[in-house]
């Protein structure tokens, strides 16, 4: 493999779910293995049963985390999952990779294994010390929750000027590095319905947003808000913003899941390492079927590739 | 004309927006002549001038409401405005029509002539002595927001299950009545992100959002809920669902755009009469140039048409 292909690290996620499966399957498109240099961080034994389920099969090279286990526990798999991430983070920190995508892991089993994070980006986020912003990509739209598991009625208190600032900081500076955009626009949507009517149904745009938006600007940062939710992101689709910041989870997510259902990615921005993700679960209904569908996973290691190689020209 | 059918009202809307203009390339749309009979309620001298500016010309009936005015004050296009609706429902209400388009309206001129509503559907609401339930049609969706005009902070208490009730069963039986589907299917999404995720975030769903589809069930409606919305609308879209109903304005508004910007159309419903309008607002800086798109205007008319046809045939 030349040197000049980005390496790349796969985990294979919860071994009870539909990971192994579509990592094996993205490993075997001929679109990921021909750009870049793989290695699957995780269990040598556990990608071997993946890929005799799917039915094929490639030289791939494998860094052994922890034994997955034929039949494990929840806690067993939990501390799987743990030490894989952990591994593959700690090898991209080192230079050794230049990203890592990782398939879904279950709560569920972190929670049995004593670990006690929602998901991949808080630990992502405490491994390395950052604050992680989640990006979802798929057809024309990136789009980017500012709040993600947490009641409705608690976003209004979470929504502040600086979250403002620093997620479109963070979003912008992706945009330039990672998806090569020279000149990025951004649009970030109001709280309220049209964006609060100058004031009429709600002040968290002309409290919060919108002086953060002018805050921007004064650094040179191309950001229009607040915008009216429901039309920002059809003019975002029409290609008129290269991505959409959100208040909520539901206003980033409807639209990217209304266009990029089965393909959209999970780009964590703002760590000092490149982490995408496929958007789908561990679906433990469909393991081991060799039915589930690999699209996200194969989008996103090609988004990983890209961004390494975006990284790399830059 | 013949008397088969449907006898629809379009009023003109505001005299310094695209209302006279989009009401009228409406009227020289063939598949909306065709299909109706049409009588103007308004000022017949501004229809005039809209049919010289967009430079087409058909026979229509009129009835007389209150003159316009060449350059109204906005307390003169108010009081315009409203006189013009009320009448257009009284005919409806006396069964001398049997649906009535309404162009878009302002309500800054509503306000200057004393008329202090939102919009249309409050004053429908108010003539009609009914509660008026929004849903919003386009592409393959149809949408019916729960909140509207309120600022998000405020939801929560707004959600009631009273609320959810009474408005899917004003869908429910809208779908069968006026859109002709025997055994309608219904979601109604969750408040929270991933519709609560069994209480982690949020209890609007378990309190109030699955009570209420119980009691639906219950009266053999088809309801399924609460539903995490960022999925519902992309299964709504596949033909899954024929309505959805949502707790949030943009919940419902950000999908419905993003498949239907230009054609969307507004049907009240719940009210003794029929009434459709546009998507789309007043816009009057494009006003009076032969410049307004009247695909939405034209959806509209076609709605109200296809909906009194369907009611004849119940």
């Known amino acids: 493999v030349p040197q000049d292909k980005p390496h790349i690290l796969f985990t294979l996620g919860d071994p009870a779910g ?4 579509v990592a094996v399957k993205a490993l075997c498109d001929a679109s990921v293995r021909d750009r870049s240099r793989i290695t699957v961080v995780g269990d040598p034994e556990l990608l071997d049963r993946a890929m005799t389920l799917c039915g094929c099969s490639v030289d791939v090279e494998t860094v052994f985390s922890r034994t997955a286990g034929k039949s494990p526990s929840a806690a067993d798999r939990g501390k799987y999952l743990f030490e894989s991430l952990k591994l593959a983070v700690q090898m991209c920190l080192d230079g050794k990779a230049e990203a890592v995508v990782t398939a ?6 972190l929670h049995a294994g004593g670990f006690c994070y929602p998901g991949h980006t808080e630990i992502l986020g405490e491994l390395t010390g950052a604050k992680p912003v989640m990006m979802l990509v798929g057809g024309q739209l990136r789009v980017v ?11 209004p208190a979470l929504l502040t000027r600086q979250l403002v600032y620093d ?4 979003v912008h500076r992706s945009l330039v590095r990672d998806f090569a955009l020279a000149a990025p626009k951004i649009a970030v949507t109001g709280l309220n319905p049209h964006a609060g009517e100058g004031g009429l149904f709600g002040n968290e745009e002309q409290q919060i947003i919108n002086p953060a938006v002018q805050s921007l ?19 975002a689709n029409q290609g008129k913003f290269d ?22 990615v999970n780009v964590t921005l703002n760590l000092p390492i490149v982490r995408t993700s496929p958007g789908h679960g561990t679906a433990e209904d469909i393991a081991w079927k060799n039915q589930a569908d690999p699209t996200s996973m194969i989008h996103a290691a090609r988004t990983a590739i890209r961004i390494a190689q975006n990284r790399k020209g830059a």
Do not use: W
């Open 18 to 21: 539909i990971g192994p499966e």
């Open 104 to 109: 879904p892991i279950s709560k569920a089993a």
């Open 145 to 155: 929750p500012m709040t993600t598991h947490c009641a409705l009625s608690e976003v």
């Open 167 to 170: 997620t479109a900081l963070a």
């Open 217 to 235: 600007k004064e650094q040179g940062i191309d950001v229009t808000g607040a915008l009216p939710a429901d039309t920002a992101f059809y003019f």
């Open 243 to 264: 991505a959409v910041i959100a208040p909520t989870h539901d206003q980033a997510l409807i639209p990217l899941k209304l266009v990029a259902f089965a393909e959209g």
